[in-house]
């Protein structure tokens, strides 16, 4: 039997990235995330890599954007406020065409709001959040292992396609201890970095790292470019699992902890006689449009249930994915709590008509 | 099997840790399980519980809406809690800091003086390992071993020749399950 | 014919885009010429920051990468962390590292960061269009001082170096100015000064350059030159606030 460590989602974030290569870590504290920076102090020690408390989110993302461009792996974590303070990083990281890997273990907003689990960050995630036409890849866990597992993937995705990739977690997947296997992936074949500023060694022209296209035309070719590597992450990197919905009655769309809450209605919901059907997108960017799209077509589906911790975000791409064929409802829970059961299993049976 | 297990009480107390040497002792038998604890923004004094689940199967929701045991060490923490507990379940409380409540009529409870027991003890520290000692004698969660090797795994080891001393509290807390052989 | 004057390798045969009399080319072709004299051309990296300047990664024929505004010592640590053994120097503006950027070079030069900075400073915003900046002077007239800078309403100038001076980390600061030739020496001096301080791993330089604006100033290039030297030198004196005593082997 493979080896489990018991581990904490957020260690589970700093050990995967460390076992990716990643050798530069920039972060400033902050609720419910902490502990990626704490690991990573210790263990960089241990691996000859550099961490450092920056003086703020937005220093530690432009430390990010400049190691990157310098051609290293590098990752910044956060929570929610934090997050909102890098926007600009992710931006220019966008605009300078980089790979960087982020962590938002999100906490329920808006404002300072609390320290409590939350995914009222998906618009600001999938949606941009810092200026102009851009995309994240946004991957979204739902255990400590796939913690692990999507921190690696988000690095490979970031050097494939030279842009961010972010894990969106919660204070839950944060703060929770779990199982963790450490599987080695088969290395991949990524991209080289010739773009990369190493000092031109006297060998080759100058490189430079920018994303300022004063010209209209200019940016506007840019655009097209960036445009058509999103398309391409889009057709090639769009994943989703789909548990029991072949004939589902309800459909149900979740992500991250409400997936585990809402994969537990199945069984209950089949011993009340209702076929549930769980749709989890595991990117979120790219939305798994297609694979909801569907599972919803089936003459069986009388609707399809959002359930998101906020007050409806997601549920919006749902809805666009869905495109009127059936019914959309949502329920949603803010402020750190979560969803129950009982009152998922309690919208079901109204949605069924019982 | 399914158990959620709810642990209770001060911080300081040794809650948190607690979790997770059930946690671990459950892992190394091969189950699933999950510790998920209340963070908040006090670090030392405050109230603190965590949540253990452990299961055969992949575990869903981490939050524990129904209990199949609470282990608590205060009067606060009990009237938080209690109502959370399922018909049937087990309430365990350390009675030299909490009393029973009675409203929950339909749960077996099982009162420890575990804190006057483990100043007797010279360690005050050993209260919870007393309460965890009943709660899996009584549930059967994890074998003796498998909890003994949690301590080994999770202490550092500079506290490691205390294990010993641990374990007797553990033992004295096994003595108080109810129809113990 | 002997060539007794020439462009620098350091800098590539592209027309600047900078307005007649402003200094920030000779800046740059101090810069340049330091790093082709100190044969670290090859292996320096540059941080464009964003101001007049926000393109210079297009003159300067090392690596470049260009920063948000104020970010360029944030983005320089990412940089030199990764290469320990390159050079590393920012190019920043008074607006860019003494207004929106102040955290991040007083928090790089608090770590020492080993990277050397280049501020200059010619009181005003050039790029927006002659705006106040905090190096403004008191009673200059600015697109948003038009009455002059009010300390009561609009607060005071801030003197970097001085400021820089007290910490530890920033083991090089000096003030120098562009105004006239024997000061244009001066100056080049610092800048050979700053990269052999970094290259020495002694920690973080700074060098603020007092430098002309004549579209901003409304003023015409002598006389920008010459308010430099009569007026500005009164806020801002020269001089070595942090000198880490280098041998002088080069």
């Known amino acids: ?354 | 099997m399914n158990c959620s297990i709810l642990l209770a009480g001060f911080g300081g107390q040794g809650i948190l840790s607690a979790g997770r040497f059930i946690a671990s002792a459950a892992l190394t038998e091969g189950k699933e399980v999950c510790w998920f604890p209340s963070y908040g923004p006090e670090m030392r004094g405050g109230t603190a519980n965590c949540g253990v689940i452990v299961s055969d199967k992949t575990i869903g929701s981490p939050f524990i809406t129904e209990a199949d045991a609470l282990v608590a060490m205060n009067s606060p923490s009990l009237e938080k809690f209690s109502e959370i507990v399922k018909p049937g379940g087990l309430i365990i409380i350390d009675s030299t800091l909490a009393r029973p409540i009675h409203t929950r009529t339909d749960v077996q409870w099982i009162s420890i003086p575990a804190s006057e027991l483990a100043a007797e003890q010279g360690n005050i520290a050993y209260a919870i390992i007393i309460l965890l000692g009943c709660l899996i004698r009584q549930t059967g969660l994890v074998g003796r071993e498998s909890f003994s090797r949690a301590l080994f795994e999770n202490l550092p080891l500079r506290h490691h020749h205390l294990i010993p001393a641990e374990m007797a509290a553990f033992d004295q807390g096994g003595n108080y399950a109810v129809g113990r052989d | 014919m002997q060539a007794v004057f020439k462009r620098t390798a350091g800098l590539l045969n592209i027309p600047t885009h900078y307005c007649p009399g402003c200094t920030h080319g000779i800046l740059h072709r101090l810069i340049a010429e330091a790093m082709c004299e100190l044969d670290i051309l090859h292996r320096t990296i540059g941080v464009s920051s964003v101001g007049c300047t926000y393109n210079n990664y297009e003159y300067f024929a090392c690596d470049m990468v260009q920063a948000a505004h104020g970010r360029a010592p944030a983005v320089a640590t990412g940089i030199k962390r990764v290469h320990p053994s390159k050079s590393v120097f920012t190019y920043q503006g008074d607006g860019d590292l003494a207004a929106i950027g102040t955290a991040e070079i007083i928090h790089a030069a608090a770590r020492g960061e080993k990277i050397s900075v280049f501020f200059a400073n010619n009181a005003i915003y050039g790029m927006t269009s002659g705006q106040m900046a905090p190096t403004t002077l008191i009673g200059q007239v600015t697109t948003t001082s038009p009455f002059g800078r009010d300390p009561d309403a609009q607060g005071h100038p801030i003197n970097v170096s001085e400021m820089m001076a007290t910490l530890p980390g920033a083991v090089y600061v000096e003030r120098v100015s562009l105004h006239d030739y024997r000061h244009i020496i001066q100056a080049k001096k610092a800048v050979r000064k700053a990269f052999r301080v970094q290259e020495a791993g002694l920690g973080f330089s700074l060098v603020e350059v007092l430098s002309t604006c004549p579209t901003n100033w409304g003023m015409d290039p002598p006389k920008s030159m010459d308010w430099v030297a009569e007026v500005m030198i009164q806020q801002y004196p020269l001089g070595l606030f942090r000198d880490p005593k280098l041998e002088e082997s080069k």
């Open chain 1, 1 to 354: 039997m493979e080896k489990r460590v018991l581990m904490k989602g957020n260690e589970a974030i700093a050990e995967a990235a460390i076992r990716a290569g990643c050798r530069y870590y920039f972060g400033y504290p902050i609720t419910p995330q902490t502990e990626i920076m704490h690991y990573m102090a210790k263990r960089m020690v241990e691996v000859g890599g550099t961490v450092i408390q920056a003086e703020s989110e937005l220093a530690a993302i432009n430390m990010v954007y400049g190691a990157a461009a310098a051609g290293a792996r590098a990752m910044t974590s956060s929570s929610s406020p934090g997050i909102s303070l890098k926007q600009e990083g992710f931006s220019y990281i966008a605009g300078a065409e980089l790979p960087a890997v982020v962590a938002n273990i999100v906490r329920a907003g808006p404002g300072l709001g609390g320290i409590l689990p939350s995914q009222g960050d998906y618009f600001q995630a999938t949606k941009g959040g810092g200026h102009g036409d851009y995309r994240n890849i946004v991957l979204a866990p739902a255990s400590v292992q796939e913690l692990y597992e999507m921190t690696i993937e988000a690095f490979n995705l970031a050097d494939r396609y030279r842009m961010l990739a972010l894990i969106l977690g919660d204070g839950a997947l944060g703060q929770m201890m779990e199982p963790v296997v450490f599987r080695d992936k088969e290395p991949i074949d990524l991209p080289k970095k010739p773009w990369a500023v190493t000092g031109t060694g006297g060998v080759r022209p100058h490189n430079t790292i920018t994303s300022i296209y004063i010209k209209a035309d200019v940016l506007e070719a840019f655009n097209r470019k960036l445009q058509a590597k999103y398309a391409e992450v889009s057709r090639r990197e769009v994943r989703a699992e789909c548990l029991n919905c072949e004939d589902a009655d309800i459909l149900m769309v979740a992500f991250g902890t409400c997936s585990r809450i809402g994969r537990g209605i199945i069984p209950i919901a089949a011993a009340q006689g209702v076929r549930v059907g769980l749709i989890r997108p595991i990117t979120l960017w790219p939305f798994p449009s297609d694979v909801i799209a569907r599972a919803a077509a089936q003459p069986s589906v009388k609707a399809v249930l959002t359930i998101e911790l906020s007050c409806g975000q997601m549920v919006e791409d749902v809805r666009l994915a869905v495109d009127g064929m059936k019914p959309i409802a949502f329920l949603g829970r803010s402020g750190g709590n979560l969803p129950t059961q009982k009152e998922i299993l309690q919208k079901i049976m109204k949605m069924v008509g019982r």
